[in-house]
């Protein structure tokens, strides 16, 4: 599709499942979304009630309308790879098919996140006068590194872009909402002893052993379930790999566990942490990674109201999504969109036109 | 030395400190022993009290003299490589110096253990009729893969060569008699769980986490002290190393730890085993290697001769050693030699005159 340079036209009139098959042809694998970004923005600025912004690859479209009320609609523009299985139905462009009663398009992209990408396309164009103000936001770089995403940068470079009471982020739910997400962390205990042959061990002192109140204190560890907005938070505190021992006759004087904690959105990163040293006392913690949780926000009017738009009991997100980002900016955020999430990054991605359509019907239930 | 491919000549006449270095000036690392084993044949072939037997490049040598008791005296002919530091006293030839006032031989194989096969071939020149009949064993490839022992292939092709009521390895003990050996063992402890994503942990089963209580049975181990004939072995329940995980969210289905037994010679291989079966009845052992533990024997009138003729309380042998297979044949084994067993490998390896010649006089005295 980009062979000739040229910018691909959108037609932000089509029935939204017929524009998620026409995103599926510009291929946007990570690094390479500036067709898609050049095409969307294209179509954007066409709109005269949208004020467009560009950032690298990312486009944001503003309503102006100084309602009281602003929400934010963001999807990536990228997708990973091209599936590389011969004969795969995964390929660019997309292929359309009827399964039973139900048409479905297969491609890269489809359910992660084009669906999405192409319900957003389609509102901006439709609402003119959207009941509160909306923010789209088309971002690059998601499926890579989380320092590399387009909207950290744009969170970075323009803030004031990305203010809001409320977003949603149009990654695959199956149609459900998907409120907030767990936190998640890393983090090392080291054991120290004293190196000895072994078979002189009483002049050394085994660091493996001391693993074994680490251990014990992770095996009868009691995750909780947090309640969080009416939805029900599974924790989670495990090790995730453990290592230790130089050699078969040494008594080995360090060893270690990684563990992960994935923690509630009732608590901050830093009252997470100091959850991990209560729960250690004795032992010093070498901090991994860190990202914080994300509270759903479903207390918000906007949120209440999007809610009952949808008309589903809202679910919990267990894994770390970008809605963290939007938390950690103070927008309360949720995931709802079309496909099945299991679908993603696999070479039998599809999303069926119905439900690119549904996802198409609440949203714009909810703004008009 | 054998650089002309001409078997050194040996005089077993010599003074044994003399004889040492006269034996160091042969390179013999292991897989080179030849050149040292022609040159110990052709002397002791010079002797018609000893019948001499060569079984690749080992040599045994026997008076034939129907006595009632024999004892084995052996030692190993090869040394670990020739010390690659510049300026190192450790090299072939050996440098003689005087320390305060004692004569020191510096050299690879001064203290394992050319003092010690010096003073066996002093002693097979010297002794012409002892009071017990002697087997004197010069071996090869004791320095590398326990099969590849010269020692174990005699034992298979010709164990009547070895028979005996005692044996005394003269591997450096700094002149101390330590007797036996403890047994030694490796298995594994694998624990098994159910993978999941990290951020479902609930759907997994971790398996680290159920190391805790395989570690927890290791930490609070009391490891024995075992009187055996007179002598205390300490024994040891270690980890040496542990392992599990694959990636930083996936809970682990597979951890295991490695642990070496050292055991007393109060048990049998099987004893041991058993013991370790009793010790985590709820977990399969993978058993990686076993080495069976030697008793000193210490109880035969041989030995106690002996230990009288040296003069000093003996002391129990930690580390696995050749006396081991000695007691394997059925034939108690000590360790007594010139030396200090902590240089033995070191680019600083020497031994005192004086420490070649106590060796020398007391097993002579003892075989006299």
Known sequence: MAADQQTPALDLTMDPADLTAALVDVESVSDHETPLADAVEAALRR???????RDGDTVVARTELGRRERVVLAGHLDTVPLPTVDGSLGAVPAVRRREGDRDVIYGRGTTDMKGGVAVQLVLAQQLREPTRDVTYVFYDHEEVASDASGLGRVMRNSPELLEADFAVLLEPTNGTVEGGCNGTMRFRITTHGKASHSGRSWIGDNAIHKQAEVLATLARYEPRTVTVEGLDYREGLNAIRIGGGVAGNVIPD?????????????????????HVRETFPEHAIEWQDLSAAARPGLDRPAAAQ???????????????TDVARFSQAGVPAVN?????????????????????RACHRALSQWLS
Chains 1, 2 share one sequence.
């Open 47 to 53: 709109l005269p009630h949208l004020s467009v912004h």
């Open 254 to 274: 360090t060893a270690w566990v990684d563990v992960n904690y994935r923690f509630a959105p009732d608590k901050s990163l830093e009252q997470a942490q100091q």
């Open 306 to 320: 999007f809610v009952a738009a949808v008309g589903q009991q809202p679910m919990p997100k267990y894994g770390w």
């Open 336 to 356: 709802f969109g079309p496909g099945d999430a299991l679908l993603a990054h696999t070479d039998d991605e599809h999303v069926f036109d119905d439900a690119v």
